[in-house]
């Protein structure tokens, strides 16, 4: 019977003689299966090797990022001033009603609640407008009337306009437009453009006479 080896008491030339030896015992299996397996196993490690770096590739890398992002992007929306149909003047959750300068909001509050008051319905249609909402529109003016010296005639340059600075909003219906052009001056409203029956501005104290309209075609 062979003897057993005691690892305790074993030198330093008879560890590494025993150690020796099982690796070679272990090499000599590992040529033992690869002859009975073949191509498999060496099919399956390199398979199992890909998927584990793709996995680790795929940890590594980071998240798409959305730092980039803006709101500037894309057509203009409610945080431009885009505002729903049916619109109040009391909906200030709304960017382009709560920009509006405050004097304005609350003349525009009080004339709307006069007319419903009387029966008239009264919605803003566009109030405050980023500058980038009004040129826009400036773009769509000028591809409808062919030149901009024209569409400056309806639609004014952002830096020009009183809707970005929040100080003109624009009513509908026609009834409501009609109430404010013969009543608003109460509330310090006046239509300011000839060319623009919709379009109000606080430009006098309540009660007082709205000064002339200006004609954008001078």
């Not at 569409?151 to 509908?172: K, Q, R």
């Given at each position: 019977m062979p003897k057993r080896r005691r690892c305790g008491n074993i030198g330093r030339v008879g560890l590494v003689a025993m150690l020796t030896d099982q690796l070679v015992a272990i090499r000599k299996r590992e040529r033992r299966l690869s002859a009975l397996a073949g191509p498999a196993v060496v099919a399956a490690v390199i398979s199992l090797t890909a998927s584990s770096c793709t996995a680790v590739s795929a940890q590594d890398d980071p998240p798409p990022s959305t730092a980039g992002a803006s709101s500037k992007s894309g057509p203009p929306g409610a945080a431009d001033g885009v505002l729903p149909d049916h619109t109040s003047a009391f909906d200030t959750s709304l960017p382009g009603v709560a920009n509006l300068d405050p004097a304005l909001r609350k003349a525009v509050q009080q004339a709307?609640?006069?007319?419903?008051?009387?029966?008239?319905?009264?919605?803003?249609?566009?109030?405050?407008?980023?500058?980038?909402?009004?040129?826009?529109?400036?773009?769509?003016?000028?591809?409808?009337?062919?030149?901009?010296?024209?569409?400056?005639?309806?639609?004014?340059?952002?830096?020009?306009?009183?809707?970005?600075?929040?100080?003109?909003?624009?009513?509908?219906?026609?009834?409501?437009?009609?109430?404010?052009?013969?009543?608003?001056?109460?509330?310090?409203?006046?239509?300011?453009?000839?060319?623009?029956?919709?379009?109000?501005?606080?430009?006098?104290?309540?009660?007082?006479?709205?000064?002339?309209?200006?004609?954008?075609?001078?």
């Open positions: 709307e609640q006069a007319m419903k008051d009387k029966g008239i319905s009264m919605q803003v249609t566009t109030g405050w407008r980023s500058k980038k909402y009004q040129q826009e529109l400036l773009d769509k003016a000028i591809r409808k009337y062919g030149s901009k010296k024209k569409a400056l005639e309806f639609v004014a340059e952002p830096d020009e306009s009183h809707h970005v600075t929040g100080h003109a909003v624009d009513i509908g219906p026609t009834e409501a437009d009609d109430w404010l052009i013969r009543k608003g001056a109460q509330f310090g409203l006046c239509q300011t453009l000839s060319n623009e029956m919709w379009h109000f501005e606080l430009v006098t104290k309540p009660g007082g006479t709205c000064p002339p309209m200006t004609d954008p075609t001078d």
